[in-house]
């Protein structure tokens, strides 16, 4: 079936490095959406991308989609403590508005040594 | 604006009970999906609501269903509850359009199941 693969599973390390995770689809996605999860939250909206090549940037977050719209990454510069947490990708599928579209990758979990 | 609320936020339950759990969406938001988040797994969709109808659905057992009233809140019940049952269940809301939803979680509900 349809999947979106999200690497790596884990990521350690120490305040100040930079920090990426990778969204990689099965099929050609209408848009992707990126997610925070804090440790004991609920998953938060952090930005949308839409068009082919597309890149978004949020203070030390770029994001980016793929020209082929089957793969997008996150990359944080420069990780703070509050940068803690479980990013996830979430594809949407096709046009039918539903959010039974929406697949999420399994969420690369960021610890930040201070 | 209000977010999405659930209700209850933690709950025990012994196997073979039954539990309903509730949503309600961000004024406005006709859309209402529910998914099911374990350490195993990730982020599983279950099923949305749209206008009162079920217009989508995951690969989950008959055991859990659904609902949504005309003022767009929404129920989800799980019968004859296992010990696999035992996850944080996430309602989600969105405006439901034909593309580029953005959805907003609510704070889950905590399920043990002993």
């Known amino acids: 079936g349809q999947q979106v693969m999200q690497i790596p599973q884990y990521q350690h390390v120490q305040e100040g490095e930079d920090f990426t995770t990778y969204c990689n689809s099965s099929?050609?996605?209408?848009?992707i959406q990126w997610y925070k999860q804090r440790p004991g939250g609920h998953p938060v909206f952090l930005i949308q991308?839409?068009?082919?090549?597309e890149v978004k940037k949020q203070k030390r977050l770029t994001f980016q989609f793929g020209e082929a719209k089957k793969n997008s990454s996150l990359h944080i510069t420069a990780t703070q403590t509050t940068d803690v947490g479980t990013y996830f990708c979430?594809?949407?599928?096709?046009?039918?508005?539903?959010?039974?579209?929406?697949?999420f990758g399994k969420g690369t979990k960021l610890s930040v040594k201070p | 604006k209000a977010g999405v609320t659930q209700t209850p936020r933690y709950l025990i339950k012994t196997r073979g009970q039954q539990v309903t759990l509730s949503c309600s969406p961000i004024?406005?938001?006709?859309?209402v999906s529910w998914y099911q988040q374990t350490p195993g797994q990730g982020l599983q969709f279950l099923f949305e609501?749209?206008?009162?109808?079920?217009?989508n659905k995951g690969n989950f057992p008959g055991r859990f269903s659904g609902r949504q009233f005309s003022n767009s809140r929404s129920e989800m019940n799980v019968s004859t509850l296992e010990l696999g049952d035992s996850a944080l269940y996430l309602c989600?809301?969105?405006?439901?359009?034909?593309?580029?939803?953005?959805?907003?979680f609510g704070e889950g509900s905590w399920l043990t199941v002993v």
């Open positions: 004024s406005g938001h006709r859309s």
């Open positions: 099929t050609t996605l209408s848009n």
């Open positions: 989600a809301s969105s405006l439901g359009q034909v593309t580029g939803n953005t959805i907003y």
């Open positions: 979430a594809g949407d599928m096709n046009y039918g508005g539903s959010q039974g579209n929406l697949i």
């Open positions: 991308l839409v068009k082919s090549g």
């Open positions: 609501y749209f206008s009162e109808t079920q217009r």
